[in-house]
């Protein structure tokens, strides 16, 4: 396991320094399985040089932009055979007509149908937690970031199919906002400098890598984590963990104009194993693809997944990667870029 500690500033009740520890996974008894593709060395990424992109992003466009989902359809058309965009999951199969990463194991059954869809709960904005806003073929999307620890002080994570159409072309115009809150861009409009995801999922859209990170161009002369602070990172830990996601679902029921929560001990995805993928409890739909996953009850935790996708318009599990070798990879090209 390995765990790069929060790097935050006095902003938030978090330690003020980043150092590498490498320990074993407590709590969960299951080991995690070995990535398919273990050569860290795959990773996709993109410099970008759009001009005028946080004045692009107006109230305006920010309330319009659409649930990064609506892209699964285009993934359908290139011939992809499975890919989540926001909480739609798109995956061919007799039971899946139209389907759209604490501490104590758990083998729990798939949830029924039956459960309380309000798998949710309504936060205070966080300041490391935020939208991120892009464009894809002319059209303006959003999804959920984290500013993450890192050497430039200005990574954040976000989902795969948030950067990279997956397989396809990398966003443009992307743009991070810091706890955002009904229009309102508290710490100001971050524009990315270049743009990471897994050569698995820019390649294949395989969903077992869908995971992203944008490094951010200073604002106002300062870095990211210096004004809003960041999360520490966890890569290659144990399994079945209690978790604590964050993002900004904005497909019906919800808005996307607050941050929402959801906590859960994490399961093995039952229907796509070969994924291997965990859920936790959880309704939030589009929009919250990207949000991030903390080990235990709180915002303060290790993060080590993102959220990903779910079965079905009345979902009540949200699924994410196991960050093992792969994306551990991605995450050190994208955190020591310059």
Same mark, same amino acid.
């Given at each position: 396991?390995?765990?790069?500690? +929060?790097?935050? @500033? ?15 996974? =407590? ?29 692009? !992003? ?43 990463? /604490? ?31 892009? +464009? ?35 966003? @443009? ?16 409009? !971050? @524009? ?8 698995? !999922? ?8 869908? +995971? ?83 080990? /235990?009850?709180?915002? /303060? ?18 699924? =994410? ?18």
């Amino acid at each position: 396991m390995t765990r790069t500690k +929060t790097l935050a @500033t006095s902003l938030l009740s978090l330690t003020t320094a980043g150092v590498l520890a490498l320990g074993s996974g =407590g709590g969960a008894t299951a080991a995690p399985s070995v990535d398919r593709g273990t050569d860290a060395s795959t990773v996709s990424s993109l410099s970008t040089s759009d001009s005028n992109t946080a004045d692009y !992003w107006t109230p305006e466009r920010m309330k319009n932009a659409v649930a990064g989902d609506v892209l699964a359809d285009k993934a359908l058309s290139r011939g992809q055979a499975k890919v989540d965009l926001g909480a739609l999951h798109v995956s061919p199969g007799p039971d899946r007509t139209l389907t759209i990463q /604490g501490q104590k194991a758990s083998s729990a059954a798939p949830q029924s149908p039956t459960v309380d869809r309000k798998a949710n709960a309504s936060e205070a904005p966080v300041p490391h937690i935020g939208k991120v806003f892009f +464009t894809l073929g002319g059209v303006n999307y959003v999804c959920s970031g984290n500013s993450v620890t890192s050497t430039n002080q200005s990574t954040v994570s976000t989902a795969g199919h948030c950067v990279n159409e997956g397989p396809g072309a990398f966003s @443009t115009k992307f743009t991070f906002v810091p706890a955002y809150s009904n229009g309102a861009a508290p710490y100001g409009k !971050w @524009t990315a400098k270049a743009l990471y995801t897994t050569n698995q !999922w820019s390649s294949s859209g395989d969903m077992q890598y869908d +995971t992203g990170f944008a490094v951010m161009n200073p604002l106002n002369g300062q870095k990211l984590s210096a004004v809003v602070g960041a999360s520490g990172v966890q890569f290659n830990g144990a399994r079945g963990l209690v978790y604590k996601s964050f993002g900004y679902p904005a497909a019906p029921p919800f808005d996307g104009e607050s941050l929402k929560s959801c906590s859960g001990t994490a399961t093995d995805d039952p229907k796509d194993p070969q994924d291997n993928t965990q859920g936790i409890p959880c309704n939030m739909t589009g929009g919250s693809s990207g949000g991030p996953w903390f080990i /235990g009850t709180s915002s /303060g935790g290790y993060q080590n997944s993102v959220s990903s996708y779910g079965y079905g318009s009345n979902s009540t599990t949200m699924y =994410g990667p196991y960050w093992g070798t792969v994306i551990h990879g991605t995450y050190q090209a994208a955190s020591t870029a310059p």
